[in-house]
């Protein structure tokens, strides 16, 4: 089954805010990403609003719900009290939470679940109670999978930095099966998957070969990138391929 491709828009955040002006406009960039087929838009919200600002939040999910109802809505970020109320605010059809903090560049690592068992179970009821799907991020080790489960999450996200950022055949190839071998974990505990992290036009096809229950990758960064060549919509089209879809025009 093709693997849906959720397009990560943070980046056009980033450099619209490098001079406080409305362009590159993130909705507009989001809108010919849908139209060029992306299954939806993921976002990022940080505390220090470095990219996504909440008011970007909001207008996406305006904007696919009234021009893309069938598309998703995907907001990912830490749960605490402002973020918690803003996903809250907006209900967006999925809600990944990933355990990062205001110093991290980006997203780097997986929930250390064991630690956190009671909030997370707690905070992915109090989400799931609203009619969000829940997704966490983890780390690709199997035993992720197996304590995911445990505290109520609908999905995993693996995270795939480690296998994207090989530079080399032996240790992509060891990366790679790091990743299958939690994958499957989440298949046999009753999991759905996705996948997201340094995702290339290169290194999607053989991870989306490997599991056929990955559902969703979120690709930002080297989508970005590959748009500089290719325009969005082209770029978005591509990626598309990358994931199994075929007849992509």
């Known amino acids: 089954m093709p693997v849906?491709?959720?397009?990560?828009?943070?980046?056009?955040?980033?450099?619209?805010?490098?001079?406080?002006?409305?362009?590159?406009?993130?909705?507009?960039?989001?809108?010919?990403?849908?139209?060029?087929g992306a299954a939806g838009i993921t976002v990022h919200p940080r505390p220090d609003e470095r990219h996504i600002r909440p008011h970007d939040v909001v207008e996406l999910a305006a904007m696919i719900r009234a021009e893309f109802p069938d598309r998703e809505f995907n907001v990912e970020g830490n749960p605490d009290a402002r973020f918690t109320e803003l996903v809250e605010r907006v209900r967006p059809d999925q809600v990944t939470l990933v355990p990062d903090d205001i110093r991290q560049a980006t997203s780097d690592h997986g929930w250390p679940i064991a630690q956190h068992h009671n909030f997370l179970t707690d905070i992915i009821a109090r989400l799931k109670d609203t009619g969000m799907r829940v997704s966490i991020f983890v780390d690709p080790e199997p035993e992720a999978a197996s304590l995911a489960a445990d505290v109520g999450t609908d999905r995993i996200e693996i995270y795939t930095g480690p296998y994207g950022g090989a530079l080399d055949a032996e240790t992509r190839a060891r990366e790679l099966a790091a990743v299958v071998a939690t994958g499957r974990r989440a298949a046999e505990v009753g999991l759905d998957l996705n996948a997201g992290?340094?995702?290339?036009?290169?290194?999607?096809?053989?991870?989306?070969?490997?599991?056929?229950?990955?559902?969703?990758?979120?690709?930002?960064h080297c989508l970005t990138a590959d748009a500089l060549l290719y325009g969005m919509a082209g770029a978005v089209r591509r990626y598309l391929v990358a994931c199994g879809q075929e007849n992509v025009t």
């Open 4 to 36: 849906s491709l959720s397009a990560n828009v943070n980046a056009i955040a980033e450099l619209r805010n490098r001079r406080g002006l409305p362009w590159p406009s993130v909705v507009g960039i989001a809108r010919i990403a849908l139209e060029a």
């Open 197 to 220: 992290h340094d995702l290339t036009l290169d290194n999607l096809p053989p991870l989306v070969g490997a599991l056929p229950n990955l559902l969703e990758v979120s690709i930002g």
